[in-house]
């Protein structure tokens, strides 16, 4: 089993910067592939980032490219969104998640197979 909890999330200014933290716990093996997703209301909950843990290859969504980065702390047991020149377009509940090796996973959602519980993250003047 992989546990995920999700902290960093607030209110914020347009323009302004966030870093969000998800803390896992688990066999590395099946968190081989660990990203960040958002879900705002009424829409569907969409990939942001993506970092492969081995070798520490990313992908970002068009939206979010430039603005954010996805990391891994060394010990490859916290991942990191930091989130820079935030719109109000990025206001939604953030979803750190991780999937196992093997296939190559990219931000579709529903080959994730461990979530956590969420931060909400708010872009507002």
């Known amino acids: 089993e992989v546990g995920l909890v999700e902290s960093g999330g607030g209110s914020v200014q347009p323009g302004g910067s966030l870093r969000l933290s998800c803390v896992a716990s688990?066999?590395?093996?099946?968190?081989?592939?660990m990203g960040w997703f958002r879900q705002a209301p009424g829409k569907e909950r969409e990939g942001v980032a993506r970092?492969?843990?081995?070798?520490?290859?990313?992908l970002y969504s068009d939206s979010v490219k430039g603005r954010f980065t996805i990391s891994l702390d060394n010990a490859k047991t916290t991942l990191y969104l930091l989130m820079n020149s935030l719109k109000p377009d990025d206001t939604a509940m953030y979803y750190c998640?991780?999937?196992?090796?093997?296939?190559?996973?990219?931000?579709?959602?529903?080959?994730?197979?461990?979530w956590g519980q969420g931060t909400q993250v708010t872009v507002s003047s």
């Open positions: 998640a991780a999937a196992p090796g093997g296939l190559w996973v990219g931000l579709d959602p529903t080959k994730y197979n461990y």
């Open positions: 688990g066999y590395t093996s099946l968190r081989a592939f």
């Open positions: 970092i492969n843990t081995i070798p520490n290859t990313t």
